[in-house]
C-alpha cells in the first residue's frame, strides 16, 4: 500500500468493508528506474478499457518490453482520466512526447528505461489522458480494486488468438470522453496539466515523430509475433 494515500479517517469511518479503491485518493506514479515521479489523484474516478489496436502493440514494441506492458492476447490495459489528475515531482528530462504517425495520439513515455506513461491527444483542449498502469504504484493493490472494472474492449480485430475478444463498451467510453473533456473545457480545468503549455498549447517537451521506415519495422514485428494464446487444435 506504500503508492497509495488513502482519505484520512476523519474524512472517512475507516471500515474493513469499504472497497479500497474509494478511500485511495492518490496513487504514486514512477518509471521503472525512479528517474520519473508524481502523482495520479482521484484513481476512483478513472475509466479503465483495454485496446487491442495495432498501434498501441507497436507503441509496447517500440518501447522495447512489450511483454511487461502487453497483455496475453497484445492489449494494453489503460485508465482514462483528466489530465489534471496527473502531477509530476520529478525533473522531465527524460520524459518524451511521440508520435507514431503524424496525426495519431501523442504517446507520453520515459525515455530512461522505457516505461508508457500515458497517450493524449494532441488538441489540450481534449484534456483526457489514456494513462499506462506500468508507470502506477498501486502498492499491490489488483487495479480493479482501485480503479473500477474494465468497461470497454476496443479494436479486438486486432488481437492475438481466435476466438477474438468481444468488443464492447465504446459507446459508454465515447460518452465518458465526450463528457469528461467537455466538463474540463466549461469548468478551465484543462489549462491544468502538466503535458501541455498553458499559453500556446505546444507540448512541454519536444515531439518526436517515428520515422515512416522505423515504423515498417515495428508493425511487422507486431504481426509477426507469436500469437499467445495457442489456437485450438485443428481436427481430431
Ligand atoms: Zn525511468
Ligand atoms: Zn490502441
Redesign the pocket.
Known sequence: MSGLTLEQPENRAPSPRTPVHTAVVACRLRCWCGAIEGTLTNPASANPVV???????G?AHLLGRPQRVLDERGG?Q?LQTRQSNVSFTSSLETLVCLRLTARG?LRWYARCCGTPIG?TPANPQLSFISMAPACLDTGGVPLAELFGPVTAW??TC?AKGRPKPKAAGRTRMMRWLFDTTLNARLNGDYKRTPFFHPDTGAPVVKLRIVRPTELVGVMAAVRQSATLIAEPAQGH
Open positions: 485496446c487491442y489496436c495495432e498501434y498501441c502493440q507503441y494494453s489503460l495520439m497517450n476496443c479494436s486486432d
